[in-house]
């Protein structure tokens, strides 16, 4: 049974970091192209980064890029975020996904996390 566990999420003033985790099992993980997606109430699941299965590219969406870094160690099966300068707009439930495509849209993953909320406060 193919399971995705998020973790690190929490409540974070403005100005603030945070460390996202992963923890995959059930799949062939380094053969995976992973990535961060979020929601906010009310909004559409949103792209915020992706890494290919070595870890060798990556990709961020453009309300992110800069202060997000996507990372992967295949040797654990644990897919990283790690968030810096955080804003109140980056308020969301985070999820990681995995896919066999290198894709930015949320409908090429067939694998889903449940989830970590993210508050920051202003």
């Known amino acids: 049974q193919t399971q995705l566990v998020e973790s690190g999420g929490g409540l974070v003033q403005a100005g603030g970091s945070l460390r996202l985790s992963c923890a995959a099992s059930?799949?062939?993980?380094?053969?995976?192209?992973l990535a961060w997606f979020r929601q906010a109430p009310g909004n559409e699941r949103e792209f915020v980064a992706i890494?290919?299965?070595?870890?060798?590219?990556?990709l961020y969406g453009s309300s992110v890029k800069g202060r997000f870094t996507i990372s992967r160690d295949n040797a654990k099966n644990t897919l990283y975020l790690q968030i810096n300068s955080l804003k109140p707009e980056d308020t969301a439930v985070y999820y990681c996904?995995?896919?066999?495509?290198?894709?930015?849209?949320?409908?090429?993953?067939?694998?889903w996390g449940q989830g970590t909320q993210v508050t920051v406060s202003s």
């Open positions: 996904a995995a896919s066999r495509y290198y894709s930015s849209s949320s409908t090429d993953y067939n694998y």
């Open positions: 890494i290919t299965s070595n870890g060798g590219s990556t």
């Open positions: 059930g799949i062939v993980f380094s053969t995976k192209t």
